[in-house]
């Protein structure tokens, strides 16, 4: 997966300047050997690395998938004190770049006290980066990349929490068509190991239920200007555009496309989820509807407890995957904690944590349940719909009940 920092506060920083540790200085890690099943570091310290962008256009996203690992750190803290470990945030900004993302994980593995990475934000910066996390033996567990070909190279370190592309995209056409009533659609993507990789999906899946296809075309993501793209929708006149790819580019094809009168209907992935669609689309952003693989977490009691206690923490809302984040962290500390007592109470090797964190199964985290499959898949993902209104994102259901 879906993934703009807001000004983290003082305190904010100066905690996460203690809880990394050293190593934070610079962004590099403490030098040490990459060889995930050789002996770990005589430190006490247990890193759990984040991987997001947390500056540029997805940062927003990306500084809320790093704040909710912090809050499942800050929540296990004392479990892991008890059995003489100190665990600490070690936060990296891939910048959505899969170059960055690939520095960054060498960077991760060389780091003996690293033992497990929650992200990435965008699928393009997973899959190269998850090259040197299997070469390191470093586990990644992933609460938002829903590229298909990211479990399906037989990666022992790659797990994720959500359902993959070939799950959503079925379930958004299904929805298109069932419930929208739509018979034309326009498919767009931006080029992305994601985007493509969506649209490639619900391409497949319109086909199969007999919607007529009015064009496939790739954008360059990062342009301000979409006019040619505009205008071929403008001309074609679909009842529907369907976008793979994120936030910021569909919410400006959206605001010049309804500048220009365009009235057919948009929808993508959840990499359409972000409040700041409506900075950036304005009042075009209301009826845009996204499929995604998180749930209404406001929709239940312990879901609104846990927004409180993360306004709270961090005084600000919690991201898209900031749940999802959270959750990832857990079923990390989770295989942790069972490496250190089958390893006799002893800090774990990487080949160990590895395979505790791949055998995780019927994990309850707060939102979702986790078991990983031989490819790691989770087991119990699902997918939802959303509807933007005229002030916020409106849950509409499961897809497919």
Not at 35 to 40: D, E, K, L, M, T
Not at 48 to 65: K, M
Not at 195 to 211: I, M, N, P, S, T
């Amino acid at each position: 997966m879906q993934k703009h920092v807001k000004k983290i506060s003082l305190l904010l920083s100066t905690f996460l300047l203690g809880s990394v540790v050293a190593g934070c200085a610079g962004g590099t890690g403490n030098s040490g050997s990459s060889a995930g099943g050789s002996a770990p570091s005589g430190s006490n310290v247990i890193k759990i690395a984040t991987q997001s962008p947390l500056s540029g256009a997805q940062s927003l996203e990306g500084d809320g998938i790093k704040l909710g690992a912090e809050l499942a750190i800050k929540d296990r803290a004392e479990d892991f004190k008890k059995l003489g470990f100190d665990i600490s945030l070690f936060p990296q900004d891939d910048q959505a770049d899969p170059k960055i993302g690939v520095s960054n994980a060498e960077m991760l593995i060389s780091d003996q006290d690293v033992f497990a990475v929650v992200g990435h934000y965008n699928t393009g910066v997973a899959i190269p980066s998850s090259v040197k996390y299997e070469e390191g033996q470093l586990a990644m567990v992933s609460p938002a990349n829903t590229g298909v070909k990211l479990t399906e190279e037989g990666k022992k370190t790659v797990n994720r929490l959500v359902a993959r592309n070939d799950q959503i995209a079925p379930a958004a056409a299904k929805y298109a068509k069932d419930k929208m009533g739509i018979t034309s659609v326009y498919i767009v993507h931006d080029k992305t190991a994601y985007g493509q990789g969506l649209a490639d999906e619900v391409r497949k899946a319109f086909a199969d239920l007999g919607v007529k296809e009015l064009g496939y075309e790739g954008v360059t993501a990062g342009e301000k200007d979409y006019s040619s793209i505009v205008n071929q929708l403008i001309a074609q006149k679909p009842d529907l555009v369907f976008f793979g790819g994120m936030y910021a580019e569909l919410g400006i094809i959206a605001k010049q496309a309804k500048e220009k009168g365009f009235t057919g209907k948009f929808m993508g992935g959840e990499g359409l989820e972000s409040n700041d669609m409506y900075k950036i689309a304005g009042d075009a952003a209301e009826g845009i509807v996204y499929a995604t693989v998180v749930s209404d977490i406001r929709s239940q009691e312990e879901g609104k407890k846990w927004v409180e206690k993360f306004k709270t923490a961090f005084g600000k809302e919690p991201g898209a995957f900031s749940p999802f984040a959270y959750d990832a962290t857990l079923v990390a500390l989770n295989g942790i904690e069972k490496a250190i007592k089958e390893n006799g109470g002893k800090k774990p090797t990487r080949e160990q944590v590895m395979n505790a964190i791949r055998g995780t199964t019927d994990f309850n985290g707060l939102f979702t349940k986790v078991s990983f499959d031989e490819k790691g898949d989770n087991k119990y993902s699902q997918v939802y719909i959303y509807r933007y209104g005229k002030e916020k994102a409106e849950f509409v259901g499961e897809a497919g009940k």
